[in-house]
Nanobody, 126 residues
């Protein structure tokens, strides 16, 4: 089992920044990659970013590329999502997720992740 807890969400004005954290506990050594997803009201959950635990490989959704940065601290079992130049359309509940299967390609679909956090709300005002 892997337990994930997100934090760092809040209300910010457009153009502002936030840093989300995802603390992992449990069988974290068995996780291959960590991802961030988001879900806005009335919309499906969408992929945001992913990083491998064992390398610097990352991948971003086009909508956040150049504005968001995913990183990790293996010693703290924590993954971060630095969000800059926030836009109102970034408003959503943000979830982190753990994938325990080693894959050739970085996982970008929600069904590829076995464990999920409870989510943290990010609201960007215009």
């Amino acid at each position: 089992q892997v337990h994930l807890v997100e934090s760092g969400g809040g209300l910010v004005q457009a153009g502002g920044c936030l840093r989300l954290s995802c603390a992992a506990s449990g069988r974290t050594f068995s996780s291959s990659a960590m991802g961030w997803f988001r879900q806005a009201p009335g919309k499906e959950r969408e992929f945001v970013a992913v990083i491998r635990w064992s390398s610097d490989n990352t991948y971003y959704a086009d909508s956040v590329k150049g504005r968001f940065t995913i990183s990790r601290d293996n010693a703290k079992n924590t993954v971060y999502l630095q969000m800059n130049s926030l836009k109102p359309e970034d408003t959503a509940v943000y979830y982190c997720a753990a994938d325990q299967i080693t894959r050739w390609a970085l996982p970008t679909s929600s069904y590829e992740y076995e464990y999920w956090g409870q989510g943290t709300q990010v609201t960007v005002s215009s």
